[in-house]
C-alpha cells in the first residue's frame, strides 16, 4: 500500500485564489510528521511547513497552512492568495518514528502539479 | 548559512564512464541523504548517513552504486560503470538528528545524463 498518497496530477488556479493540495498517508506509528516540499521548474526541493502527529495546532508558515485531519488521516497543503511564482511541483512526505529519532527515511508522494494562472 | 552544496550541477557523460556526485552537508547536520529521482519512480532514497557512517542503503539499485561520507562535511556517490538507466536527478539533503522538526534541507541537484 502506498504511504503518501496524492490524487492529484495536476491543479490549475487563478492567482489571488487559495488553492488545497491533497495529501493522505498511511501508517500505524503513533509517532509521525508530515512534510511539504515545493519543486520549482528550476528542480531544487524546497521546504515549505511542517506537521507533527502530536501538534496540537495545524502549522502555518505564511500563505502555507497544513489542514491537519489525523482521524482521516490527511495533510492537505493550503496555499493561500496564490502567486505565480507558486507554480510548482507540491510533494507531500511521511516520516515515522519521530520521538525515538529512530524512523530516519522520508517517504514521498508522487506529487502535485500546480498551474497560478492570471 | 550556506545551503547542501552539490556538485556538478549537470553531468553528461557515456554510457560504461565512471560519475562521481558530491556533497556538502549543512555545518552541524548529522544526518546525509542520497536521492534518486525520474520520472518513472519519483523520489527514492539511495542511502543514508548518520555522523559519517552509512545506516542504510538498501535504496541502491546495484554493487555499481557506491557512497562514502569520509567526514562530517562531505560525501560522494559513484557509479561505476554508468548506464542510461541512471540518468536522474541525484539530490543530497541533510538534516539535524532528533529537532523538533527534523526537517531534511536539500541540495540543488545533480543532473546526470548517461549516454
Known amino acids: 500500500a502506498q504511504k503518501i498518497t496524492q490524487t492529484q496530477p495536476g491543479m490549475f488556479v487563478q492567482e489571488k485564489e487559495a488553492v488545497t493540495l491533497d495529501c493522505t498517508y498511511d501508517t500505524s506509528d503513533p509517532s509521525y510528521g508530515l512534510f511539504w516540499y515545493k519543486q520549482p521548474s528550476s528542480g531544487e526541493m524546497i521546504f515549505l511547513i511542517y506537521q507533527g502527529s502530536y501538534d496540537q495546532q495545524n502549522a502555518t508558515e505564511g500563505r502555507y497552512s497544513l489542514n491537519f485531519q489525523k482521524a482521516r488521516k490527511s495533510a492537505n497543503l493550503v496555499i493561500s492568495a496564490s502567486q505565480l511564482g507558486d507554480s510548482a511541483m507540491y510533494f507531500c512526505a511521511m516520516r515515522e518514528d519521530i520521538l525515538t529519532g529512530g524512523g530516519n527515511k522520508l517517504t514521498f508522494g508522487t506529487g502535485t502539479q500546480l498551474k497560478v494562472e492570471l | ?115
Not at chain 2, 549537470?10 to 552537508?25: A, D, I, S, W
Open chain 2, 1 to 115: 548559512d550556506a545551503g547542501v552544496i552539490q556538485s556538478p550541477r549537470h553531468e553528461v557523460t557515456e554510457m560504461g564512464q565512471e560519475v562521481t556526485l558530491r556533497c556538502k552537508p549543512i555545518s552541524g547536520h548529522d544526518y546525509l541523504f542520497w536521492y534518486r529521482q525520474t520520472m518513472m519512480r519519483g523520489l527514492e532514497l539511495l542511502i543514508y548517513f548518520n555522523n559519517n557512517v552509512p545506516i542504510d542503503d538498501s535504496g541502491m539499485p546495484e554493487d555499481r552504486f557506491s557512497a562514502k561520507m569520509p567526514n562530517a562535511s562531505f560525501s560522494t556517490l559513484k557509479i561505476q560503470p554508468s548506464e542510461p538507466r541512471d540518468s536522474a536527478v541525484y539530490f543530497c539533503a541533510s538534516r539535524q538528528g532528533r529537532t523538533s522538526k527534523e526537517t531534511q534541507y536539500f541540495g540543488p541537484g545533480t543532473r546526470l545524463l548517461v549516454l
